[in-house]
Structures are given as C-alpha cells and as structure tokens.
C-alpha cells in the first residue's frame, strides 16, 4: 500500500480518513452541508465489507451507531447544527454508557435552520455542554483538508483510548473546500482495550478507564443509560455512587488534557497572540506571512478538553485576540484561563475573516485594557 | 443451557410490582430463546426506556437498555454489525407508538431482522400512569382524568401496512401461545412484531375499575377473539365489537430483508 495524493474537498477527506481508521459502520441522515461525508461512505464501504445505512432521523442515526459500537465496528456519524441538536440526547448515553464514537458536526450558520450552505463555528459550546447532566468530551478542529483526513484519524484513536464520544467540530469552508490531500496508507491505530475475563464491564483501570466489553464474547455486559455500578448493573438512589461515576467519567478525560492537547504554537514571545481553530485558523496564518514575526498564534487542532496549560506558553502575552465564526465562545473558555486582556473577533454569516479584519483586531488588541473586548469588524 | 442460565440471576428479584404482567412476557421470551437453542453469546436484547425496557437487564446476554423511543434504531446499529446476531427489543406502548413511532414504521419498512416484543400494558406504567397512545378511548389515566379522547393505535395495523414480515398478537394469559409467537418471530427472517397485551394493575387497574390482578387477566382473555373466529365474523358482516381485539398470528410473508445473516 502506498500513500495516494488527491484533489478533494473536507468531507470526502473526512470519509476517507475514518476509512482508514478503520471506520466500518456509518449511521446518517443528509443534512447540509454535511452530505457529502455521507454520500462517500455509501460508495466505499460496501466494497470493504462495512455498513452504510441512511437512518429516518439524527435521533437514530447517533443510537444506530452507538448499537454499532457496542457490536464491535469502530462507527461514525456525520451531521451539521439542526441534527447536532437532535443527537444530543444519545450523545449524553454516549458519555454515560463510555460508548466510543465518531460524530461530524460540519457547522453552519445557526441558531435553527439558520444558513445551510455558509459556514459558522456556532456549536462550539453544544458540542461540550449540549446535552444534560454533567460529562466531558473530546473534540477536533480541522483546518485544512489534510486535517480533516488526519484528525478524522486521531478521533477514532482518541474515542478508543478514552472511550468516550468524540466530535469533528469542522465548518462548512473547511467540508467543501478542495485542496491536495495525502490520503495515508499507514495510518497509526490505537485499538480499544478490550475488557478480560473476569474484569467487571465499568471499573475503571489505572486510567481510568474500563475496558470495553464488545459484544458477542460471551462476557454478558450490561449496558444501560442509568446511574450504574461497575457490573453495570443500574444503581440509581445512591449519592455517593452516583457522584463517584460522574466525576470519573469527568476527570478520565478532563486530566488528560495536557496528553490530549494538540496545537501549533507560533512566535512563542509576541505581544499580541491570536488563538484559533477551524476556517479562521486560515486567515491568521496569512496575516503571520503578511506581517513576519509580529504577531503570535496558537492554532487549537483539540478545542475540547480545552489545553490551558498552552496559554501558558505565550509568556509576554499583552492580549489574546480570538477570531471566531460565532459572538466569541471559545474566547470565553479562552478569559476562564487567563488575566491577559482577550478581544474577540466575531464574525457572523459565513463570510471569512479578511486579513485586513484580522490586523484591524491586533491594533484594537494593542490597547485593549478590558478583560473582553469585542472588536467591530 | 437451562432456562434459569437465560436470566442474570444476581439480578433478581425484578422491580416489576406485584400482578405486573412483564415478568410473565419475559419468562415467555426466555422460554423461546432456550427452546430454540439460540446461542446466547450471540443473542442481544435492547430495550428503551419505561417499566417494560428493565426486562433487557434481567437476561444474562449481552443487552443495551438506552434511550426513550429509541431501542429500535440502537438494536439496528447492532444487527447491521453483527447480522449473525439474534437480536431481540423489549419495549411498551408508549415507548415504541409515542416517541419511538418513526422508529417502529421505518425498522418496519426496512423489515430489518429483529425481534420486537411490545408489552403493551395501555399506559406508561413507570412514570406514573399518564395516557399513551394505546390508551382506550375513554379510559382514566393521570393525564385523561376525564377519560381518554383520542383513538389508540392498532399497533399490528400498523407494523403490518409498514411492512413487518411477522406480526402477531397475545395476552399475558396466552402464555403458551405467546412463547410460540416469540419463536416463529426469532425463526422468521426480517422484522417480526409480537404484541402482548398485559396488566397493568397498578396504573391502570386502580384507575379503570379493575384493582384485581385477576380482574384485569380475565378482561384480557374476555377481550381477545381468535384470529379464525374474527376471519369468520368478518366474512358473515359481524363487526369487531368495541374493547375488542384479535390475538394469533396476523402476519407471516417473506418480504426482502435488512440484515439478514450471512
């Protein structure tokens, strides 16, 4: 097997990219622009032995591949806002019953139906609180069609080695834009550990996290969405179990941040520092080429669990500058972790940060005292 | 395999309340799968949410007790992994007709090889006694305390016009025959659907007049004509009377399926 280089567009790479993962089971319902992601599973994993199947609804299609998880198939999901929304309850099984999956959040302009073909980073927060009760998660942010092949990769791996959810919270720039991708015949695969005979289906091991009890071993597990004990069994009118399973649950992924945390980071010593994920990303790296030397950047490939610890980095920081296709989310998360003044570069309805938009941000940052501004593109 | 290795033995006894009528339609399920043979490493129960979706945690295979409505689709996610499976969904009125009602017409449609067994007890029973839509017209539950003024479903109707390849219906009294429903649905390739009409005594008894654990069995044996008797009655003009319903097999043809094995 030898590498292939081809000219595609973010979702075709996506596919590909949990093809060679090892994805064999595809759950979706079409929902722009999100499709094509979809469309490329249907061609190619009937020639490799998968299953494709087009469910009546998001509902379904996140249940459908959760079942499929628990089967046995390393299963993804692909969807924008209106059925991310819809997922959300069986996301919050998902975290609760440790199911590893893959779902594809290609954003768009939002809230309700919103702009179905412009891009937008508006389901940043859903995608870390949308669904009820307390839980983490994991989720990536591609910025490049390579990434969205590579990082559609690293979900699977990441959902396997934590067992957890985890979200490609990409946007529509990045799904249909084309560009050269090197489709990767090698790709590393970390598998799931698999539960041993004997070893209860929910206690964790010295990471912890439980190994995973597929089905069809003969090992019985029982899974269920109830507050359970580590047979699994629902154990829902104790307190003190139910707080020790959700803060497990919690802290399995949230103190791996650092061994998570995936970032470029740019001109360490700058003063103003630009902190970016997604479609934006793009536009800072033209404004670093623009403008050599200047301006720092720290580029979040992993947005949830948010690397803090990175900020850190930036140690002559006078201000962040947060350019985001929403009114400014991450860059809340960004002011949680930091006293260096934060100016947030909102941009609403699809249309990209320009380069001059981006410059016109560092030079309001410069003199930012606030804790949060919102600079007027 | 014995019948008793069917059932998580550390798991009972079961939660269900006294004259429930669930524990009857899952030692009939159980009572299927053994005499079958079937091998239980290889058989899963999912269920949903409500008073009938506790019946997956009480067998010894693996099993997924997920979401409201949505046992259907998970159960999918499974047979389309592992189509050499035996998957079999436990699940109640209001779970499967309410919330999962897409669900059921299109696992129907796509008359995908599992096993439904529907306890169907008229009302939901766990959350407190709230009207379904299985609910009979007139009937008193905590959200129709004027009595019930919507029409219920025909759940075998509409499994059948979906496009089931098995559907039948029995009572929690009908044992012997329901166990036989259970294994001619598990034998029959696509979607086999088994409705089991059964008691309620807590919820719904002591609201309609029927407090009675045997009140409520003999109202469901006094209610159930045969499949042959209503064909007759319906070839001679004789209406189905109201409160009425038909029990037998309904339904058996060998339409294409959806993950059939191998």
Known sequence: ?377 | MTLEEWYRQDRLPHIYCAGCGNGTILNCTLRATNELGLDRTKTTFVSGIGCSSRASGYTSSDSLHTTHGRALPFATGVKMVKPDHDVIVFTGDGDLSAIGGNHFIHACRRNIDLTVVCMNNNIYGMTGGQGSPCTPYGAISTTTPYGMREMPFDLCAVAEAAGANYVARWTSYHVKELTQAIRAGIETPGLSFIEVMTQCPTSFGSKNKMRQVSQMVDALRANSILKDKADRNKAAGIPLEPGKFVVGELVRRSNPVLGGRP
């Open chain 1, 1 to 377: 097997m030898t590498d292939k280089t081809e000219f595609l567009n973010g979702n075709t790479a996506c596919a590909e990219g949990a093809i060679a993962a090892g994805c064999r089971f595809f759950a979706g319902y079409p929902i722009t622009p999100s499709t094509e992601v979809a469309e490329r599973m249907a061609v190619r994993l009937p020639k490799i032995g998968g299953t494709f199947i087009q469910m009546e609804d998001e509902l379904a299609s996140m249940a459908a591949i959760i079942g499929g998880a628990w089967a046995g198939a390393r299963t993804m999901t692909a969807t924008s806002g209106p059925g991310f929304s819809l997922m959300m309850e069986n996301i919050g099984y998902a975290a609760m019953t440790e199911t590893p999956c893959v779902v594809v959040n290609v954003q768009r302009g939002g809230p309700s139906t919103g702009q179905p073909t412009m891009a937008a980073q508006g389901d940043m927060m859903q995608a870390r609180f949308g669904s009820h009760g307390d839980y983490s998660i994991i989720a990536l942010a591609p910025s490049s069609v390579q990434e969205m092949f590579d990082l559609t990769v690293k979900a699977f791996n990441l959902a396997d080695r934590f067992r957890t959810p985890v979200f490609l919270m990409t946007d529509e720039t990045i799904g249909h834009m084309r560009e050269k991708v090197i489709l990767r015949s090698d790709v590393e695969i970390t598998p799931r550990r698999e539960l041993l005979e004997g070893e209860l289906p929910f206690r964790p091991g010295p990471d912890g996290v439980p190994g995973f009890g597929t089905f069809g071993r003969g090992l019985g597990v029982h899974v269920t969405g109830l507050t359970h004990d580590e047979r699994g069994y629902p154990a829902t009118d104790s307190a003190d179990l139910h707080e020790k399973v959700v803060r497990r649950m919690v802290r399995k992924i949230e103190d791996a941040r650092n061994e998570i945390a995936d970032v470029d980071i740019v001109n360490p010593d700058a003063e103003i520092v630009f902190i970016s994920y997604g479609a934006p990303t793009r536009a800072v790296q033209q404004l670093l080429a623009d403008y050599p030397g200047i301006y720092g950047h720290l580029n979040l490939r992993i947005v949830w669990p948010f690397p803090d610890a990175k900020l850190g980095e930036f140690g002559a920081a006078k201000a962040f500058v947060v350019p985001e296709m929403n009114l400014g989310q991450m860059a809340r998360e960004v002011r949680m972790h930091t006293n260096v003044p934060i100016v947030t570069a909102a941009k609403l309805g699809g249309a990209l940060h320009t380069v001059a938009e981006l410059k016109h941000a560092a030079d309001v940052a410069a003199t930012a005292k606030a804790p949060v501004t919102e600079v007027v593109l």
